[in-house]
Each structure stands twice: as C-alpha cells, then as structure tokens.
C-alpha cells in the first residue's frame, strides 16, 4: 500500500540555521502530499500541502516541492526560529486514507 | 469555533476495563477518523466514517469499535483495555472527499495508559 517515510530525528539546531526534513513517499496513483506539525501538547495542524507534480507548497516560511521523478517532498526553511520547535509529519492522502511518518523531532535553540 | 473537541485529555484503565473516547465537531463534517500516535511510528488510522451511519476499518482497528449516529460525533470504544492500547488518540475531521476538502482538523489528543 501507500508509504511515507522520513528522515529519523531528533534535529537540534541554532536559530536562523537552515532546517531540511526529508520525505520520500510509496503510492500507486497520484496522491496528494502534505506536512502536518505538532506544537507541545497540542494536535496536529496542516503546515503545507501540495496536489500534484512540481506543486510547491508554502506556509510561514516553511516550502516543501512535489517531485515525482524523486518521489520526494522534502520540507525547508531557510532561518528557524525558536517558536518552530515541533514534530513534523509528512503524509499522503489515498481517497479516505491519511498515511503519516513517523515523524521528525525539531528543537530549535536561542 | 470549538472545531474537534476530544475528551476525555488523560484516562488510566486497568486491562481488562472498557472505556469510550468521546469526539465530537461542530463544523459540518462528513468524514471523522481516530488515530493513535506511538513513538517512532508515527500515526495509525483505526477507524473513520464518511458520514452518518457508515464506518469502516482502518490499518489498526483490532481492539476497538466505533459507531457514527450523528454527524457530529465519532466516540472510540475500547472492549477489554490491553497494555498494548497504552497511546496518545486522535481525533479528526474534514468536509468531505475531492482535492478541495483534504485538510484535518484534529482534536487536541486523549492520552491513555493502560496498567
């Protein structure tokens, strides 16, 4: 079936350090990709999306590429701050069906 | 808005016990999913609903029922709670099906532990 999978973390980096996460995906069709983040103690939330082929999705700073010839829909932003510290999950939507990695632990430091 | 409410926040069973998980959302939804989250694995989808009266399983389901009599609420119902069930559940919700509708809108957790 469909598949995610990203790079394992925990990352820790400085502020205004450049963040890359990386996400290759698994999928028959065409399916769309998002990331979700999680703030401490808090549910999931959509940070971007992106539907199709060399689609680029882009939320506070955050951009993530749909690349089918790499199957890859790595996330970047060029300066963290301290307030991006969260668990980001890449996923893919099959119809009804959500399928989520395992998630990258960020920590920011001042 | 409220959005997906979750109750209850923290739950601690004994094996054996049965509980419900509630979750309700006041945004119209059709479709409405739980999850569990485990270290290193990422979420898991146990069951969901695309509307009133219809469920159906997801990749975990073993363990749990669900049922949807109103378009508001999905409540998750643990039989004979196991050790195994110990995880943080999630619920969430989205309009409908298409590109347009994907996003989920998730409840803030239930973290259970079962000794």
């Known amino acids: 079936g469909d598949s995610v999978t990203q790079m394992e973390g925990p990352v820790t980096l400085s502020e205004e350090a450049f963040l890359t996460i990386n996400c290759t995906y698994t999928?028959?069709?065409?399916?769309?990709l998002f990331w979700y983040v999680q703030y401490p103690g808090e549910g999931l939330q959509l940070l971007l999306k992106a539907t199709k082929a060399d689609d680029k999705g882009s939320n506070k700073g955050f951009e993530a590429t749909y690349r089918k010839e790499t199957t890859s829909f790595h996330l970047e932003k060029g300066s963290v701050q301290v307030s991006d510290s969260a668990v980001y999950f890449c996923?893919?939507?099959?119809?009804?069906?959500?399928?989520f990695g395992a998630g990258t632990t960020v920590t920011v430091r001042a | 808005n409220a959005g997906v409410t979750q109750t209850p926040k923290f739950q601690v069973l004994k094996t054996g016990q049965s509980m419900t998980l509630q979750c309700a959302q006041d945004?119209?939804?059709?479709?409405m999913s739980w999850y569990r989250q485990d270290p290193g694995m990422g979420l898991r989808l146990i069951h969901y609903s695309v509307g009133a009266g219809i469920t159906d399983q997801g990749e975990v389901p073993n363990g749990y029922n669900v049922s949807r009599s109103t378009t508001e609420d999905f409540p998750l119902r643990l039989l004979s709670a196991a050790p195994s069930q110990t995880s943080v559940y999630f619920c969430?919700?989205?309009?409908?099906?298409?590109?347009?509708?994907?996003?989920?809108?998730f409840g803030s957790g239930t973290q259970l532990s079962v000794l």
């Open positions: 999928a028959t069709g065409y399916p769309s």
């Open positions: 996923a893919l939507s099959d119809d009804y069906k959500l399928s």
């Open positions: 969430a919700s989205r309009a409908g099906t298409g590109i347009a509708n994907e996003k989920l809108f």
């Open positions: 945004m119209n939804h059709e479709y």
